[in-house]
Structures are given as C-alpha cells and as structure tokens.
C-alpha cells in the first residue's frame, strides 16, 4: 500500500512539475509572439498596401464598366431601340450592383428613373 502511495505522488509531483513548466512557456511565450507579429506586420506593410490600391483599382474599373454599360442602355432606351427581357434583367441587375455594392449615385440615377423604369 506504501508503494502505491509513492507512485501516485510521484505523478502527481510530476504533472504538477509539467503544469508549472507549461504556464511558465506560455507567459514567457507572450511578449516574443508580439514581437514576431510586429515583424510580420511590419515585413506585409508593403504587400498590404499593394493590394489595397490593386483593390481600388479593380472597384474603379468596375464602377467605370457598370456606368459605361448602363448610360449605353439608357441611351438605347431613350432612342427606342428595343431591349429583350435578358437584356432589361442583366441591365437590373447591372445598376442594382452599381447602387449597391459600388456605392454609384450620379447622373445614371437620373436616366435609369426617366427612362428605363417607364
């Protein structure tokens, strides 16, 4: 029975021990990871910026192409050249993007309500 006493002690000063070491890593650990994320951070600053202008662009070129596509339908629609109802829903769904996702408000409103919504 004493034998047996002595084992369960020994793992208990053992996982005790190995508790200890574990929280003894890890707060250790804290100020080192901040360090390497500033180096991360600091290191992708560039990459980052590249891809936030890349960003704009790709949204500018998309607002251009959304407006250029929507001022041709509406001039079609102001000079009576029939549109099927692909052409009317692709066209819908071309100036819901344009209002809504890209944030466009311009003149484009104007000639949608004046002319296509009729």
């Known amino acids: ?3 047996i006493s002595i084992i ?13 070491i574990i929280n003894f890593v890890g707060k250790a650990k804290k100020p080192v990871d ?4 500033k180096k991360f951070k600091d290191a992708l ?11 704009r662009d790709i949204k500018k070129l998309d607002k251009n192409q959304c407006m250029n596509y929507l001022v041709e339908f509406i001039e079609d629609s102001k000079n ?10 692709r066209a ?3 100036f819901d993007h344009y209002t809504l996702d ?4 311009s003149y484009i409103h104007d000639g949608w309500s004046q002319y296509v919504k009729k």
């Open 1 to 3: 029975m004493e034998s």
């Open 8 to 20: 369960i002690i020994s793992i208990a000063t053992l996982l005790n021990a190995i508790s200890t």
């Open 34 to 37: 901040k360090i390497v994320d």
């Open 45 to 55: 600053e560039p990459i980052n910026e590249k891809l936030d202008n890349m960003n």
């Open 80 to 89: 009576g050249i029939p549109k099927d109802d692909i052409q009317k829903k």
């Open 92 to 94: 819908s769904e071309v």
């Open 102 to 105: 890209l944030h466009g408000n």
